[in-house]
C-alpha cells in the first residue's frame, strides 16, 4: 500500500511530460512481476502469490548470525552457533532464505544479467538493514577477480552495494578491497574447501587503507551459504583497523523452516 501511495505522489509532482512518459511506458510495457511475470499494479513489484512463497527472515533471530528463531528468546539472544565459534564479522542480516522466488531472483541478476532486479532488491536490503545502515560510514562488496569480473561484464555484489549507498546517502567504497587471487567457483564445495578457496584471496586496495581503519562498514554480497567468502573479506578488514563490519545479503541458506 505504501508503494502505491508513494508512486501516485510521485506522478502528481511530475511534469505533464514525465507523467505522459510514464503512462506510455506502462502502455508499452505494463507492469509485471518480477518473478513470474504476471500482470501487478505497478512496476518492480511481486504478485501476490510470489510474494506469499517468500520465506523473509524477521525478528527474532540471533543477534549475531541473524539466524532466525522459533520465539522469542529475549533481546541481544546469541544463538548456539554464534556463541561457540564466534564469526570474523559483527554481525549479519539477509532479507530472506535462499529458495523459491528469492534464488531464482539471485540467479536471474547474477547470471541472465537481470540488472533491473539489482534497485528492487536493494530496496528490501536497504530495509533488512537499516539500524547497521543508520550508523555506519560507508557500504563496500565482495569483488570480483578481474579476469572474472571481464567475463561476467558485472559484479552483481557490487551493483546491489552502490544501489544501497545511494538510498542509506552512505558512501560506496567500490575499489576499496580486491580479489586479488583467482579462486574456483564456491558452489559445490564442502565449508571447509570454500574456506580454503577464499583463503589469501582478497586485499585492501594500496591507498584505501583510511578509507577502512577505525570506520563502521557495511559488507553487501548476494548470498550468504557458509560464510566462507564474506568471512575472508572482513577478515581482511579487520586486520586493516575497521572498527566494525556488518554483513548484508539479499539470501542466506537456512536448513531448517523458519
Same mark, same amino acid.
Given at each position: 500500500? $505504501?508503494?502505491?501511495?508513494?508512486?501516485?505522489?510521485?506522478?502528481?509532482?511530475?511534469? !505533464?511530460?514525465?507523467? @505522459?512518459?510514464?503512462?506510455?511506458?506502462?502502455? =508499452?510495457?505494463?507492469?509485471?512481476?518480477?518473478?513470474?511475470?504476471?500482470?501487478?499494479?505497478?512496476?518492480?513489484?511481486?504478485?501476490?502469490?510470489?510474494?506469499?512463497? /517468500?520465506? #523473509? /527472515?524477521?525478528?527474532?533471530?540471533?543477534?549475531?548470525?541473524?539466524? !532466525?528463531?522459533?520465539? $522469542?528468546?529475549?533481546?541481544?539472544?546469541?544463538?548456539?552457533?554464534?556463541?561457540?565459534? !564466534?564469526?570474523?564479522? $559483527?554481525?549479519?542480516?539477509?532479507?530472506?532464505?535462499?529458495?523459491?522466488?528469492?534464488?531464482?531472483?539471485?540467479?536471474?541478476?547474477?547470471?541472465?544479467?537481470?540488472?533491473?532486479?539489482? !534497485?528492487?532488491?536493494?530496496?528490501?536490503?536497504?530495509?533488512?538493514?537499516?539500524?547497521?545502515?543508520?550508523?555506519?560510514?560507508?557500504?563496500?562488496?565482495?569483488?570480483?577477480?578481474?579476469?572474472? @569480473? #571481464?567475463?561476467?561484464?558485472?559484479?552483481?555484489?557490487?551493483?546491489?552495494?552502490?544501489?544501497?549507498?545511494?538510498?542509506?546517502?552512505?558512501?560506496?567504497?567500490?575499489?576499496?578491497?580486491?580479489?586479488?587471487?583467482?579462486?574456483?567457483?564456491? =558452489?559445490? @564445495?564442502?565449508?571447509?574447501?570454500?574456506?580454503?578457496?577464499?583463503?589469501?584471496a582478497f586485499a585492501v586496495a594500496p591507498g584505501c587503507e583510511t578509507e577502512v581503519f577505525g570506520r563502521r562498514l557495511v559488507l553487501v554480497d548476494d548470498v550468504f551459504t557458509t560464510g566462507a567468502t564474506v568471512s575472508a573479506v572482513a577478515r581482511v578488514l579487520k586486520r586493516a583497523g575497521a572498527a566494525d563490519v556488518t554483513v548484508l545479503?539479499?539470501?542466506?541458506?537456512?536448513?531448517?523452516?523458519?
Open positions: 500500500m $505504501d508503494g502505491h501511495i508513494a508512486q501516485a505522489t510521485e506522478r502528481l509532482r511530475a511534469s !505533464p511530460l514525465t507523467t @505522459l512518459g510514464i503512462l506510455v511506458r506502462d502502455l =508499452v510495457y505494463p507492469p509485471s512481476c518480477v518473478h513470474c511475470g504476471i500482470r501487478v499494479a505497478e512496476h518492480g513489484a511481486l504478485c501476490p502469490q510470489c510474494w506469499t512463497s /517468500i520465506r #523473509f /527472515i524477521e525478528r527474532p533471530f540471533c543477534e549475531v548470525l541473524g539466524t !532466525p528463531f522459533p520465539f $522469542d528468546h529475549g533481546a541481544g539472544t546469541l544463538s548456539p552457533e554464534a556463541i561457540a565459534d !564466534p564469526p570474523v564479522f $559483527d554481525r549479519l542480516r539477509s532479507v530472506a532464505s535462499h529458495d523459491g522466488p528469492v534464488r531464482d531472483l539471485v540467479h536471474g541478476l547474477k547470471y541472465r544479467d537481470r540488472t533491473d532486479l539489482a !534497485p528492487i532488491i536493494a530496496r528490501w536490503m536497504v530495509r533488512a538493514g537499516a539500524e547497521e545502515l543508520a550508523t555506519s560510514d560507508a557500504v563496500l562488496a565482495v569483488p570480483l577477480h578481474r579476469t572474472r @569480473l #571481464f567475463a561476467r561484464k558485472f559484479n552483481q555484489s557490487a551493483e546491489l552495494a552502490r544501489h544501497i549507498a545511494r538510498s542509506a546517502g552512505k558512501p560506496f567504497l567500490a575499489s576499496a578491497v580486491l580479489r586479488v587471487k583467482r579462486t574456483a567457483r564456491q =558452489v559445490g @564445495l564442502s565449508a571447509n574447501a570454500r574456506a580454503d578457496n577464499v583463503r589469501g545479503t539479499f539470501a542466506r541458506a537456512l536448513s531448517d523452516p523458519i
